[in-house]
Structures are given as C-alpha cells and as structure tokens.
C-alpha cells in the first residue's frame, strides 16, 4: 500500500513541477496587466532559477524526509503567493519559492519511483514522468477557464495532498556506487537533449509563424508537441525498458527523420511529431545514471537538464529564422552521436 502512496505522490509531484515551468509564460500577460511590469519579469525569472539550483543541491543527499514533503509544502506556499500577490515584489518571492520546491521535487519525485522499483524503473519513470508533459499542457488551457487565482490556489492544495501522499517516504539507497566512472557522455546527452526538447517548444512555433501559419493554430501545434511528448513516454516506456539504448537510438533515428522533413517548408507543421520519439529519453537517461552510479550523480544530471534547456534555446536567438529547421536537426544528429557512445 505504501509503494502505491508513494508512486501516486510522486506522480503529482512530477504533475506539479509540469504546472510551475509552464505556468510563468501562460500568466505573464495578466502580470502585465495587473503589476505593470515588462522588463521587470526577467528578477522572476532569475528568482526561479536560483531556487532551483539550490533545491537540486538540497535533494542530492540521503534524507527524504522530511525534505520532499516540505519541499511540496514550499510549492503550494509560492502557488498561494502567485495568487494573492498585491505586489511584483512578492511574485518574485514565489518565484524562489517554487524554484526551491521544484529542484527538491523533480529530483526526488524521479528518484523515488526508481528506487521503489528498481526491476521496473526505465518502465515506471517514463510513465511517471507522463505527469509532467500533462501539467505542462494543462496549464496553459486551465488558464484560459480559471482565473490565476483560483488556478493557482487550487493547485496550492494538490501540492499540499501529494506531500501527504510523499509522507514518510524512505531515506535513499544509495548515494553513489562503488567504482561509478564514465558519467560525462550521459550529462552531455542530458543537456543536449534538454536543448533539443526546449529549442522546439520554443522556436518551432516561431518557425511556423514565419512560414505563414496563424497564431491560434501556431499554439495549438505548440500543445500537440508537449502532448506527444507525454505519450511517447506513456505508449514506448514498456518497449524502451527492453533494450534502452538500443530502444533510444532507434527513436532519436526516428525523431531525426521528422525533422528532416521539417527542413521542407510544406512539411513544417510536422515538428509536434518528433515529441514521440523524443518523449522517453530524458527519464531513461535518469534510470540509467541512477542504477549505475548512484542518487548523488542525478543532480548533476538535472543541472545539465536546467542548463541545456535554457542555454540552447538561447542560442538558436542567434540563428536566422530560414536557420531554424537546420539547428533542429544538426541537435538531433549531435544528441544521436553522443547516445550512440553510451554503454
């Protein structure tokens, strides 16, 4: 009964950490609104990602409780704040707030589920991490029917039960294996992967609305990319636990050929599909680097997921719009090369 608590905690947990990276982009027009604030947006911004960094570090060590269960506790005080803000300034309270909770969470929310099933662990990490890909779509539509305040305080109280649920959750098992070498190659494909995945939800709609596509179709190709993504991991988990890198080459060969197709303009709209072949690596790679060398190397794991995901994307600010589809592509050959290394 206790495996089916903490797997169902854990799952919300992960739900959660979808809502916090997709919530700022989808409310920042009512902060706008509300606050007056343009510029201003960026110390947000910084305030989440120094939160983060330092829960990820928090959650490298042993204990999980009470840390995971306050981390969740964290969460729901930072969703409370976004909702009953009257300044800008204590928005980016919250915003620390919730970078703190989410590096507690993401790392631990993953680690659990791999520790408690560790026969099963490539299986159940894709499928738990099915929650995140559905906060990240969910949000952007709740808020288009609830107002910000009553969305986020409604999942200030599913922070408050998966911390129940989380309760008690055991110590971790181990830290770090015996001998445990050769992590680079897997932080590398981590980021590059983060890279990738965020480069596309970033400038894949951009992309289209060059080439003439509206807004309102734009978006919702946007939203069928982060649903593929869930449903690669929910549809292939099973199959990619066969044989993982094997499995991950394949897709990445995949996922190459639809963006490939991209480079032609009438096959554009495409891109969301890549999301399926994409959509099992990263909890792979994390089932990987956890049974082979241990709870501690999962930070670094999640720092370069952080680092990718923000740098990349970064970049490609730099390329010409006509560039874009290449840069897809020249990530996924890179990203195909460096899982190719792995053993």
């Known amino acids: 009964m206790a495996l089916v608590r903490f797997f169902w905690g854990s799952f919300l947990s992960l739900f959660l950490v979808g809502v916090i990276v997709a919530a700022p982009g989808a409310v920042l027009p009512y902060w706008r609104a509300e606050f007056g604030v343009e510029e201003e947006v960026f110390f947000f911004f910084i305030a989440l990602f120094l939160g983060l960094v330092l829960g990820i570090r928090l959650a490298q060590g042993k204990n999980r409780q009470p840390l995971f269960p306050m981390a969740l506790m964290l969460v729901a005080l930072g969703l409370v704040l976004l909702a009953l803000a009257p300044s800008f300034t204590l928005l980016v309270a919250a915003g ?9 969470t993401n790392l631990h929310g993953n680690s659990l589920v791999g520790e408690l099933f560790p026969t099963q662990r490539v299986q159940l990490l894709n499928r738990v991490n099915v929650a995140f890909g559905l906060g990240a779509v969910a949000t952007p539509l709740l808020l288009l029917l609830l107002s910000p305040r009553v969305f986020f305080l409604f999942f ?3 922070a408050l039960i998966a911390a129940a649920l989380v309760w008690q959750a055991p110590s ?17 494909a981590a980021f590059v992967y983060t890279g990738l995945e965020g480069s596309l939800a970033t ?11 509206g ?7 946007l939203s069928l990319y982060w649903g593929f993504l869930a449903l690669g991991r929910l549809l292939l988990a099973q199959r990619v636990a066969e044989a ?8 990445l060969l995949l996922a190459l050929g639809v963006l490939g197709l ?5 096959a554009a709209a495409l891109f969301p599909t890549a999301g399926v072949f994409l959509g099992p690596l990263f909890a792979t790679l994390f089932a990987l680097v956890q049974a082979r060398f241990g709870h501690q190397a999962l930070g670094g794991l999640l720092y370069a997921g952080a680092a990718g995901s923000t740098l990349v994307p970064a970049l490609f600010a730099h390329l010409p719009q006509e560039g874009l589809p290449l840069g897809f592509v020249a990530l996924a050959l890179l990203l195909y090369a460096l899982v190719s290394l792995l053993r």
């Open 262 to 266: 991209g480079l032609l303009p009438q």
């Open 172 to 188: 971790v098992r181990t830290l770090r294996t015996q001998g445990g070498r050769g992590q680079l190659p897997f932080l590398l």
């Open 244 to 251: 993982p890198l094997l499995w991950l080459r394949r897709l």
């Open 215 to 221: 807004l309102a179709l734009g978006g919702g190709l």
């Open 156 to 158: 200030a109280l599913l």
């Open 203 to 213: 400038w894949g709609r951009v992309h289209l609305e060059h080439l003439g596509y």
């Open 96 to 104: 620390f707030a919730l970078g703190l909770g989410e590096g507690v």
